[in-house]
């Protein structure tokens, strides 16, 4: 009878070791472009690993894990990563962002395992500035731009006026200076 009760209350018991390196990747890039980090993931053991992300709003980088329950997809971030990622050992992942909007963004890479409980957790922050529409010409060292100088606005037509002004007397002298010496025919 008492191996009976040993065998009904036994407790099957296992663990496993997972770890993600490094513990926090910092994204830095423009609107529209992409930035890309590589994470390692390790375990003793062969694991299937779920990923998953979630975001704080914009401009909120504490690291509390109840602050992190937004999707990429709300504040319009374009993240890829391996969701279903088997690991033997050690295996490194890449992680690529794009954002439409500019700002800074707290985030958050979680992997879990498959058949398990067990799960790590990378901090990401994202820092988007504002990329540069185009720039126009560079004079002397200085750019022009019609995003970062208004008064490019009224610099470039007035030298582009100046320029033509210029061809025009230039192509009108050569013209009166032929009507003058008509070049000469060989007989």
């Known amino acids: 009878m008492k191996i009976f009760y040993s065998i009904i209350f036994c407790n099957f018991v296992s663990s496993i070791e997972l770890s ?9 890039a423009k ?6 980090k590589e994470i390692t993931i390790s375990t003793i053991k062969n694991s299937i690993l779920i ?3 979630r975001w704080a709003e914009k401009n909120i980088v504490q690291r509390k894990f109840s602050l992190h329950n937004l999707s990429s997809k709300d504040l319009d971030i374009k993240i890829n990563y ?4 088997k690991v033997d050992e050690i295996t490194n992942a890449k992680i690529c962002i794009v954002s439409k909007n500019s700002g800074i963004y707290h985030g958050l890479l979680l992997y879990k395992t498959q058949n398990s409980s067990a799960g790590v957790g990378i901090w990401m ?9 185009f720039s126009i010409i560079k004079l002397t060292g200085n750019a022009i731009s019609i995003e970062n100088n208004k008064t490019s606005l009224f610099v470039l037509p007035i030298l582009l006026i100046i320029i033509l ?4 007397i230039k192509l009108n002298r050569k013209t009166t200076s032929i009507k003058k010496n008509p070049p000469k025919k060989n007989l």
């Open 31 to 36: 609107t529209n472009q992409e930035s890309c």
């Open 82 to 85: 391996p969701t279903n990622l």
């Open 125 to 133: 922050n994202l820092n988007i500035t504002e990329s540069e529409k």
């Open 20 to 28: 993600i390196s490094p513990s926090q990747i910092d994204f830095n």
């Open 165 to 168: 002004i210029f061809l025009f």
């Open 51 to 53: 990923g998953s992300d």
